[in-house]
C-alpha cells in the first residue's frame, strides 16, 4: 500500500485529516494549556490562538514556519502521533537548534533563522470550545508539520502524567514561564500545538527523570536545503531527502512506542561522480515511495509494565530477583524515584539504561527532579539504587543542652515523629551551628549514629560532642551506595584485570619491560610502521612518542596512552587507539606492557567496585572464550583510559562513557575528521558491541536463535552462573539482555546498537508514531536493516554453479615476497580473508586467489588460498594501463530477480561494509508444489551478501553452493519462488 503525500504548504491553513477515535477507559482531569503569549502566564490574558501560523504571527515571533526569511516555503515534514492506549499521553518535542556554521557560531548550521541554544518545544493538545488542553486523548491522533528547527535531531517524550507539565517546583520538565508561546492548529480535527520557545535561559531539556518515553529523528531536504544560505557549510553527504528516526532506549525505557515513515524511496537517489554532487546539481532524487516497516514496540503499556516491574522487583540472597538471581545480590533493576502522590500500583515505572546507571548514579550524587521547597521527604537521589527514601534530614537541637564530651545527643521533639522515624543507625551526621555560637563544631568530622531512642528524642553518637550542643541545626544523611554501579564496575574492571593477569602467559614471548623502537607515524593516521619486525606485540600495549604524547582529545591532553588495538601478522605495523597530532618519520617510540599504563579510576580499598573478582572458567563456548572477552573488555577500557579531563573525571563518569560508546571524545576535531580517526572509532565502538552482546567479536560470531526464539550467542542471561560466580560474567549490562531479550524490542538496547533501530529512510516527508499499538501504522511489518519493507516474496532465476562478485579497483601492487596490493579506497577486509585478483599487469603473480595478511585499511600482502601460510612473490612492475587492476571477494552463486528493481532488488539488502550483519536470510525455496529448505554449503543460513548488477536484480548469496536442507544435494540452476524475509536482530 502506497501512502498518499502531504502537498499541503506549512504556513497555509492547514485541513483536518482523518482521526482514529476509541472509547476511552476513564475520564481524566484535563489541563489548560497556560495564556498570555509572552513572559509568565497571566490569568487575565486569553490563550495565545494563532489560527493562520506563518511568518509575522504569534508562531511565526516563537519560531520559523511556513516560509524562511528569504523568502523559500520550507517542504511539509509531517508526524502523526496515533494513541491507542486507554488514557490521555502528553507529547512534547524538544530541539535546541545547537548545531552551528562553526565553534563559537551563534548562526545555526540547519537552522539559520531562529537562536541558537535555545529551547523549543511544540506541546502536543487538543481544543474543545475556545480552550485548548495538554495531551493526546486515548484512542486520538494528531498530524502536525514539524518547521524547521525540529528537523535536526529533534526528541520527543511521551508521558502519561499531565501533573508537572508545567510546575516550576518541582520542575522535573524545565518549564520556563518566561517563554514566547503561540498555539496553533494542527492538521488533524481539534489538534493543536503549543509552539514555545524559552527566553531566559539557553536550552534546557527535561531531566532524565521527567516521566517520559523519548523518540528521536532528522529531516534532510534536498531542494530546499541547497537554497539555505549555509548550504555551503552543510556537508554535501547531507544535503539529501531522508528522514533518520529511532525509537530510542539508549538513556531509558518507559513506554512502548513504534515509529515508521510512509514514503520511503524504495530506488535510491542518485549522484554525479564529480566533486560535491549535490551541492552542484548532479543529484537525482529517488522514486517509488513504499511505507518501511515500523520500529520499536507495538504492544500495550500494561505488559511493558508488567516486565518493567519484574526486572526492577526487591529481592534478596535467598529469594533473589526472578530475572536476574544473583547478579545485583537478588535486587533488582534500578528504576526513576518518580512520585506517586495517590499511590496508583498501576503507575508507570522508568528504568534507565546502563549508561544512565552511571551517569545519574547515586555514587555522583545525581539528585532528583521532584525536591519542593521546604519538604525534606522529597529530597532524594534519582536513582532508586541509592534508595527510596529521602537522602538527608536537618533537626534543631532540644531546648535541654547536651553538654560536651556527652556521645549522647538531645533533639526539638517539636520535629516531629516522621523525622526520627527516619533517623537510622550509620547515618553520618554533620552540624551547622548558628553563626554567634562559639566555635568548635558540635560535631566531629566522621561522626555517625550508634543508635537512637524514638521516645527520648535522643540519638548516641560514634563520637562525644566537641562542644555544648545548642544554637545548632543537626543533618543526618544516608551513607551513599549505590548497589547496581558496584556490581558493574567490579565486573568490568575483574575483565580487565583478568586479561592483565593472562596476557603474557598467551604470549610469552612479549617483553615484561619498555622497550624502545625506531618506525613512523603519518600527521592524523592511527597506524604505526616499524623500520622492521617487531616481535611480541600485543593488543592492550601502550605506545609513547612523537605526535602521540601531545595528542589531544575532545576536552584538553589525553590521560592514558595510546594503545595497539591490532597487530598486522608480519609484526611490521599496528593500528592503535589514537592518531598523531604531527608526523614522525624514523623516530623512537617506546612500547609498554599493558601493565606499565594503569586504568584511571581502578577501584581501590573503600572504593565502589572493590575488592575485584576472580573468575575460574570451565569449557567456554569458542565466542565467549575468556582470554578474548577479556581482551576486547580492556582494549575498550585502555582505549577510553585516553579520554581527557573533565569528560573523565570519576569512575562513574569513565564508565558512562564506555557503555555510552563515547568514542569521539577520545580524539579532538581534527583527529574525528580524519580517516584514521573514523577507523579507530569504528574499531572501538565494534569491541563495544560485541562485550555488550556478550561475544568477543560480533562480526565473526553473529547471533544464532533457535526455533523457539532463544538467543544462542548473544544476550547471555544474566542470572546464569559463569566463570566461578553465581551470576554471569559475560553480561556486562542486563539492560541490553532485557530489551532484546525478555522484550523482543526491536528499538535501541545501547547507544551503539544503531544497526537494529536507527532508520535513514531516503525521500520520507511522512513519520508516523504510535504509542501502544499498531493503529496508524500503514506497514504492519517490522522494519529490518536487511527487509526495511517487510518480507518479499518473488520467482526468481537461480544460477545453480555459475558464480558472480562485485570487483574493485587496485591503485597499485608491489612486487616481492609477499606481493603488497593496494586497493583504490578502503577495502573494508581481515585478516585471513579470500580475495579473487584479476587484470593485473605488470606482475601477473598477483593474478589469482589468495588469502590476505598484514591488513591495513588500504593495503594487504598475498599469501597462498589453501594454508594462508606461504607468502606469495611477485617480479615485475604494476602497469594500471591499458587496464586496472582488481580485487574482489571470492565469486558466489546468485539470484536474478528481473529489472524491476523496485520489486525485491531493492526492498531487500545485502551485508553493510562494516560486517555487521550478513545480509537478508533467503529463508525458503518452493519447487513443484514442495517446500524446499536451502542452506549455504557450509550449512549456515542462506542470506544475500551484496547487491549485484542493477540490469538483472542480481542477488549475491553468501556461499559458491546453496544445498538442499534435507540433504538431496545442490539445487540446480532453475526459476523458483523465493521469499526474503527480515533477519533476528
Known sequence: MKAKRHRLLMGAVLAASTSLFFSPARAEEKIPMPTGTTGVTDPSKPQPWDPNPGPGTLTG??????KDPQGNTIPNKTLTIVNNSDKTVYPIMRNPNSKTTAEGSTEGLYDP?????????????????????????????????LPLVFWNGARIGIGTDGTYLTTTDPNPLRYRPASIRAIAPAQSKDGVVMWYRATDTLAEAPNDDSEDQLAEWTIRDHEYMVKLKTKDQIPDTELVTLINYDVSN????????????????????ISGAMPDPNKNGRWTPGSQPEPNGWTGSIGNIESLQAKIREFTAEGDKTKPNKLLGQYFGGKGWPFYNIPNPSGDAKQPIKIPSGANIFAQSPLKATPGSYEKAGDWTTVKFMLSSGGTGAKFLALGNSATTSPKGNAVLSLNPQEGKAKMDFIQPGMIVTANPAPEKPK????????????????????????????????TTYVFTRPVNDYAADTMLRLWYSWAQYYLDHWKDKNPNAPTAPITVQGSMEVRSATISFTQPVPGLVPGMAVKGPGLDDAMTETGPHQGAAVILQVASDKKSAVLSQVARNPALNQKFTIEPPTYNPLIWTPKAGQPGYPLLKFNFAK?????????????????????NQIGHKNNDSQCKFMQDIIGANMGYIFDQPAKDSV?????????????????????????YPDVVDAKGKHLHWYPDPAEPTGGQTYNVFNLDPFVWFVHVELGFSGYGFSVDDDTADIGAGGANNLILTVAGEKGLVNKNVWAIQAPYGPVTADAKFSGDETDTLPSAIKFVKSGTPIHVTTDAPHHLAENEKVLIDQVIGVKEANGKFTIKNVSKDGFDLYDLETG??????????SPSPTVGRWSNLPVVYVDTGKDLAKVF????????????????????????????????????????????QDVGRLLLNTDRVMKADGSGPLPADTYKFTFSAAEN
Request: glycine letters at 8%; a neutral charge.
Open 61 to 66: 515571533k516563537v519560531l520559523t514556519y511556513g
Open 113 to 145: 533563522y531562529d537562536p541558537t541554544d535555545k529551547e523549543y518545544r511544540g506541546y502536543i493538545g487538543y481544543k474543545e470550545g475556545d480552550t485548548c488542553y495538554f495531551g493526546l486523548k486515548a484512542g486520538q491522533s494528531i498530524t502536525v508539520s
Open 250 to 269: 539508549v538513556d531509558n525505557l518507559y513506554l512502548p512506542l513504534a515509529m515508521e515513515v510512509t514514503d520511503a524511496w524504495v530506488l535510491p537517489p
Open 440 to 471: 568548635p563544631n558540635p560535631i566531629q568530622e566522621g561522626t555517625t549514629v550508634i543508635s537512637k531512642d524514638p521516645k527520648a528524642y535522643t540519638v548516641t553518637l560514634s563520637k562525644p560532642l566537641a562542644n555544648t550542643s545548642d544554637m
Open 620 to 640: 567456554e563456548d569458542e565466542w565467549r572464550r575468556p582470554y578474548e572477552f577479556s581482551q576486547a573488555v580492556y582494549l575498550i577500557m585502555a582505549s577510553m
Open 676 to 700: 584514521d580517526g573514523q577507523m579507530a572509532i569504528a574499531m572501538i565502538r565494534d569491541l563495544i558491541k560485541s562485550v555488550l552482546r556478550g561475544v568477543s567479536d560480533f562480526t565473526k
Open 869 to 878: 601460510t606461504k607468502p606469495v612473490t611477485g617480479t615485475g612492475t604494476y
Open 906 to 949: 531493492y526492498r531487500v539488502q545485502g551485508d553493510d561494509a562494516l560486517g555487521t550483519f550478513l545480509g537478508t536470510p533467503v529463508t525458503a525455496v518452493v519447487k513443484d508444489g514442495r517446500t524446499i529448505p536451502v542452506v549455504a554449503k557450509n550449512g549456515d543460513k542462506l542470506r544475500i551478501w551484496r547487491l549485484g548488477r
